[in-house]
């Protein structure tokens, strides 16, 4: 049994946490829309205009805030037009990223759009600067935005959308430092400056283009691409970045279900290095905006573990455990406690890869560990986060703990582990407080109290299990999933027993 004491501090807020913390990720990839989401509307799997029913239900619940596509590497291969118009017209292409895997573009822009709608998300499209033009990303956006009158507009209008979806989030590109063209920071930026000159808001939306950022701890990048930026021949143009965005996957410790004790620890270890990515990049953007206007994104994150035995490789298909549920638990939390510094956060990826939500075959959808701490952290969107300080030992510590560690971070961090930690925020004079007993073995009794407050009817939630390696499959569905709501009693200071290797949310009045 590990004792903790912890406090929550109402008088240091630390910001708005930004529903966006909360965003998904989905790309055309191994088995994530085809048949994740789509299956056609001549399908016998119940459906929506071709959208799987079963998962448009199951994701309704999560509240999701913004909802990223078409990728990913997937989206600097992609070409819209391709995507719209009689299905039965569409092309059939090769999606060379992942598995040469012949893409029959039946799931396009109106489709995308229909799903996100259905599940209550914002948009997010990531545009083709690797292998497209300025033109093909301009048209992209009149064709979406504009509300008629051109040729563009009217085509949508005639492809069954008379108003104009008004779409708010655009990315200019994907990886360009990889698999979205092989860029340095520099000719990054200046392709990224000229594209964003012609990322109108068509029809008077609000735009909000968002630049292509490093990956995990690469600030070289950061650095010369605001340099870059910088460095216009008619003054700076830093006006022209409104988003920047970083992407940081946490690679397996064992597999995805097989893991020692160690592993577990040294996976969770790895997914707090998510921390030094979020301050270290805004440090460097700072030096460029220190007002801070330039958002700064999450545009991918979360584990990725060898893809499942029996799928394809490239398919990014994975498990999900309790382990996950840990990691997930950890990220948002530091999200949350970075509230001032990050306005938007995208886990990869929705349905069927990487950490997903929901694991789903041709008729059966499951939801994953992961997917129920993010229902149960909902609950912080819109709050105003807490300060959360707390005593808990340490019980891991690492650097940056990437296998990419051999590009050219310079400059690496220690990461500590401590055995509970968590976010807290208000909202109406409600608390929501979220912590993870991130210790594989010892369950953790935690002595709550709220600096000059206190906390009544309180309730909490836990996600635990018997076992580390506990997931949920088609057979057994609810081995991981949260207890019921119990009610904590306490007089001043609270008193929660964490079971060892769980999730826990505790909400009540202030
Ligand atoms: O999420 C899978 C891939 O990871 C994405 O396509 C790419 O952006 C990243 O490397």
Request: proline share 7%; no cysteine.
């Given at each position: 049994m590990t004792a903790v004491r912890l406090s929550v501090l109402p008088e240091e807020p630390i910001g708005r946490i930004a529903p966006e913390l909360h965003g998904q990720f989905a790309e055309h990839l191994g088995e994530l829309i085809y048949p994740g989401i789509w299956v056609g509307p001549d399908s016998s799997v119940p459906n929506v205009d071709g959208l799987r029913t079963d998962v448009i239900e199951a994701l309704?619940?999560?509240?999701?805030p913004v909802l990223r596509w078409p990728g990913g590497c997937f989206a600097d291969d992609y070409h819209w037009r391709d995507g719209i118009g009689p299905r039965e017209d569409r092309p059939t292409r090769l999606n060379i990223h992942w598995g040469m895997a012949e893409e029959p573009?039946?799931?396009g822009t109106h489709e995308f759009l229909a799903f996100a709608k259905a599940i209550g998300a914002e948009p997010y499209l990531a545009t083709n600067l690797g292998s497209g033009t300025p033109q093909e990303m301009r048209d992209w956006i009149e064709y979406c935005n504009h509300p008629s009158g051109t040729t563009l507009s009217d085509e949508r209008r005639a492809n069954g959308a008379e108003d104009p979806f008004d779409i708010r989030w655009w990315g200019i590109g994907n990886e360009n430092w990889g698999c979205g063209g092989n860029l340095t920071p520099e000719f990054y930026a200046e392709e990224y400056a000229r594209y964003r000159t012609f990322a109108f808001p068509f029809g008077g939306t609000v735009n909000a283009p968002v630049a292509c950022g490093p990956n995990g701890w690469d600030w070289p990048w950061t650095r010369r691409f605001f340099d870059q930026i910088a460095r216009g021949t008619r003054g700076n143009r830093l006006d022209k970045v409104e988003y920047f965005a970083a992407h940081y996957y946490c690679r397996t410790a064992g597999t995805a279900t097989e893991y020692t004790d160690a592993q577990w620890l040294e996976l969770l270890t790895k997914a707090i290095g998510i921390e030094g990515v979020i301050t270290g990049h805004r440090a460097i953007m700072d030096g460029y905006d220190p007002d801070r206007r330039i958002g700064l994104i999450l545009d991918e994150w979360g584990t990725w573990h060898p893809p499942q035995e029996g799928k394809p490789p490239r398919g990014l298909y994975q498990q999900n455990t309790i382990r996950d549920a840990c990691v997930a638990a950890l990220s948002l939390d530091i999200f949350h406690n970075h509230a001032d510094k990050l306005v938007m956060a995208n886990i990869a990826q929705l349905i069927n890869v990487l950490q997903a939500m929901l694991l789903v075959d041709e008729t059966r959808v499951v939801a994953t560990p992961t997917y129920h701490v993010f229902a149960l952290y909902a609950?912080?969107?819109?709050g105003t986060a807490l300060r959360v300080v707390s005593d808990a030992p340490v019980i891991s510590n690492g650097e940056d703990g990437q296998a990419q560690a051999s590009l050219c971070y310079e400059d690496k961090r220690t990461v500590e582990l401590r055995a509970v930690s968590g976010s807290a925020s208000v909202r109406d004079g409600r608390l929501c407080l979220t912590l993870v007993n991130?210790?594989?073995n010892a369950e953790a009794d935690v002595e709550l109290t709220v600096r000059g407050g206190a906390v009544s009817d309180a309730t909490m939630i836990t996600l635990a299990t018997d076992d580390i390696h506990d997931h949920n499959t088609f057979e057994d569905p609810d081995r991981v999933a949260p207890g019921a709501a119990k009610s904590v009693a306490g007089n001043g200071s609270l008193r929660l027993t964490l079971p060892a290797a769980s999730v826990s949310r505790i909400t009540g009045r202030l």
């Open positions: 309704k619940g999560l509240r999701i573009n039946a799931f609950e912080h969107q819109g991130a210790d594989p």
